[in-house]
């Protein structure tokens, strides 16, 4: 019943930020946690970063650890994630997640989230 809308992708040069958004709507918010994960032309869904709802702690894939930065609005039931430093491998389709209780917290694999936004792209450009 919860859906998951983003908004916030566009085209940015090499060294640029851009912040991504992820509203949940819906009556429910049946998540534990929620992550984004990207997908570039060509690749494999790829883990970028997760927050636990309640608590706020953080997980980033290595590519990505001192750049980027995962957040929650726990009243709005909004996620974030603030790019910066971005770099042309950045770009791809990124996409918002949310993990309900009991799939895992120490797996980041995208089969352990049960719902997702649409995706937004991101483009870098050099």
């Known amino acids: 019943q919860v859906h998951l809308l983003q908004s916030g992708g566009g085209l940015v040069q090499t060294g640029g930020s851009l912040r991504l958004s992820c509203a949940a709507s819906?009556?429910?918010?049946?998540?534990?946690?929620m992550a984004w994960f990207r997908q570039a032309p060509g690749k494999e869904r790829e883990f970028v970063a997760d927050?636990?709802?309640?608590?706020?702690?953080?997980f980033y894939a290595d590519s990505v650890k001192d750049r980027f930065t995962i957040s929650r609005d726990y009243g709005k039931r909004t996620l974030f994630l603030h790019m910066s430093a971005l770099k042309v491998e950045d770009a791809a389709v990124y996409y918002c997640?949310?993990?309900?209780?009991?799939?895992?917290?120490?797996?980041?694999?995208?089969?352990?989230?049960?719902?997702w936004g649409q995706g937004t792209e991101v483009t870098v450009s050099s």
């Open positions: 927050i636990s709802w309640s608590g706020g702690s953080t």
């Open positions: 997640a949310g993990k309900v209780p009991g799939a895992g917290s120490t797996n980041y694999q995208a089969v352990t989230y049960s719902h």
């Open positions: 819906g009556r429910d918010f049946p998540f534990s946690n």
